[in-house]
């Protein structure tokens, strides 16, 4: 699975908290980021389970970086999510502030409700998204709404 991992500035050590817990399951999947998040995942250190005392970055190189989310990743995360390429998306965002690219926020959001992909905006939401035994179902398909295929197909007068 693809999955896209977002944080505005004050909730990135939450995420990254997150993401370390969850390594094992992570792991598994194709992890996105946008720019700062992503190198901040390829830096965190986990004990190696092989050689005790030692620590291992286990997502080195296995994070795929966009552009930082001000920078036009947010949008790059909304057009993968369009194509269908995206099929999670965890976000971590400040609602306590308004973003400079706030317009982006929303943008990347409606997408995500739009193409009905998996979305979580806080750690809970993230837990049981990514324990959910649909998880690893092969047979599992994002069900996409009539309304995207009512709108491509719509008459124009």
């Not at 370390?20 to 996105?32: D, G």
């Not at 970055?57 to 390429?85: H, N, W, Y």
Request: charged share 20%; proline share 3%; glycine share 8%.
């Amino acid at each position: 699975m693809n999955i896209a991992l977002v944080a505005h500035d004050g909730r990135k050590q939450e995420l990254l908290s997150w993401v370390k817990y969850n390594q094992a399951i992570l792991s598994k999947h194709n992890l996105y980021a946008t720019g700062t998040t992503g190198r901040l995942i390829e830096e965190i250190t986990v004990e190696n389970p092989g050689i005790a005392g030692t620590l291992t970055c286990p997502f080195r190189g296995k994070v795929t970086k966009l552009l930082s989310g001000p920078l036009g990743g947010d949008q790059q995360i909304g057009a993968m999510i369009a194509e269908g390429k995206i099929q999670m998306l965890i976000f971590f965002c400040d609602n306590l502030i308004v973003q400079g690219h706030q317009n982006d926020v929303s943008a990347l959001t409606r997408l995500a409700a739009l193409y009905n992909i998996a979305f979580a905006t806080n750690r809970t939401t993230a837990d049981m998204l990514l324990t959910s035994s649909l998880m690893d179902n092969p047979e599992y398909r994002i069900q996409l709404p009539d309304c995207i295929a009512n709108y491509a197909n719509r008459e124009l007068k």
